[in-house]
């Protein structure tokens, strides 16, 4: 079992910034990647960004040049640097770990972005 805790979200003017955060705990050695996903009102989930045990790192072209995600291995904490916010990245964002077996999620934090 992974337990995953987010913390960042909140309220922010378009062309500001936040930074979320996502503690792991449990079976961590399990993990092989890590990733933010959200999901707006009215809309699916989706991938927002990622990275594996090895660095390497995956954008969806909406964020790409404004959000960066990174990894603190010794803090078990990934992290969502997001700047230059638009009003269409309001969503729920969700921490997400990955196993060969399962994917494991945290609870969602809300991010708005007023205009």
């Known amino acids: 079992q992974v337990q995953l805790v987010e913390s960042g979200g909140g309220l922010v003017q378009a062309g500001g910034s936040l930074r979320l955060s996502c503690v792991a705990s449990?079976?961590?050695?399990?993990?092989?990647?890590m990733g933010w996903y959200r999901q707006a009102p009215g809309k699916q989930r989706e991938l927002v960004a990622a990275?594996?045990?090895?660095?390497?790192?995956d954008y969806a072209d909406s964020v790409k040049g404004r959000f960066t995600i990174s990894g603190d291995n010794a803090k078990k904490t990934v992290y969502l640097q997001m700047n230059s916010l638009k009003p269409e990245d309001t969503a729920v964002y969700y921490c997400?770990?990955?196993?060969?077996?399962?994917?494991?999620w945290g609870q969602g934090t809300q991010v708005t972005v007023s205009s």
């Open positions: 997400n770990a990955r196993t060969e077996i399962v994917d494991y």
């Open positions: 449990g079976s961590i050695f399990s993990i092989s990647a």
């Open positions: 990275i594996t045990q090895d660095g390497t790192t």
